[in-house]
């Protein structure tokens, strides 16, 4: 008897919890109009740096789902937390999105694990689709069959 299949998907409608490291207010305002545009997604925390953020970090029970940061910052810089970040057993499975306008720095972040990088764009709509298309690449359905009752 042959059996047949269909395919489950995981309720992926939950809020997503947005962590943003950036030290420029004006940017940190932006993000943050952009992000309150996209469905199912929270701001979970501003850190103004690395070091802030790896504080912020060691201080939660709940971790956030994924973390966007900048790369030119003071204190710590984003590549310095990232490296943190990712040699941590607790937090290196949470996704990290490298935002800036260092464009120069794309292939060293992509071989430290970020997810995806975004140059700042000059618009909040493109700023909004940017963030989204990141979230969306991290919380895309894993497609898992399940046996028919038929």
Do not use: W
């Amino acid at each position: 008897m042959k059996s047949s299949y269909k395919v489950k998907l995981p309720h992926t409608n939950r809020h997503k919890t947005v962590f943003l490291v950036e030290d420029d207010e004006d940017d940190q305002f932006l993000f943050t109009e952009a992000l309150s545009e996209i469905k199912n997604a929270t701001l979970f925390a501003i850190a103004n740096n690395g070091k802030e953020a790896l504080e912020r970090l060691a201080q939660t029970t709940i971790l956030p789902d994924i973390i966007f940061t900048d790369i030119n910052m003071p204190i710590m810089n984003g590549i310095e937390c990232l490296t943190q970040i990712k040699s941590n057993l607790i937090t290196e499975s949470i996704p990290v999105v490298i935002i800036s306008s260092a464009s120069q720095h794309i292939e060293m972040a992509a071989s430290l694990g970020v997810i995806s990088f975004i140059v700042k764009p000059s618009s909040c709509q493109l700023l909004r689709n940017k963030i989204e298309q990141a979230i969306n690449l991290v919380f895309v359905p894993n497609l898992q069959p399940i046996q028919s009752t038929r």
